[in-house]
């Protein structure tokens, strides 16, 4: 069994930073993309931004140029730097990734974390 652990939310002002980390567990798996999508109160889920195996990406506008997505594949882990944070970026971020575990692939989901941005 496969499991998505986030980590590296909390509370930040308007302007800081944050980084995220996902690290994934289990045995004899491989994780094709990882991404991350981020859910505000009263709102439905929403990407953030895509990595696929090869290491291209790719962001919401609302976050192109202030968000970097990262993986490191010989720690089963995916990042996100997140600068310039807007109160609009509260919410909670999910990690997500497409996971090859014989015979299939399917798609994991993190617990969540929580972020609110103060203004």
């Known amino acids: 069994q496969v499991q998505l652990v986030e980590s590296g939310g909390g509370l930040v002002q308007a302007g800081g930073s944050l980084r995220l980390s996902c690290a994934a567990s289990?045995?004899?798996?491989?994780?094709?993309?990882m991404g991350w999508y981020r859910q505000a109160p009263g709102n439905q889920r929403e990407l953030v931004a895509l990595?696929?195996?090869?290491?291209?990406?790719n962001y919401a506008d609302s976050v192109k140029g202030r968000f970097t997505i990262s993986r490191d594949n010989a720690k089963n882990t995916g990042y996100l730097q997140m600068n310039s944070l807007k109160p609009e970026d509260t919410g909670v971020y999910y990690c997500?990734?497409?996971?090859?575990?014989?015979?299939?692939?399917?798609?994991?989901w993190g617990q969540g974390t929580h972020i609110t941005v103060s203004s």
């Open positions: 289990g045995s004899a798996f491989t994780i094709n993309a």
């Open positions: 997500t990734a497409k996971i090859w575990v014989s015979p299939t692939v399917r798609e994991y």
């Open positions: 990595i696929t195996s090869g290491g291209g990406t």
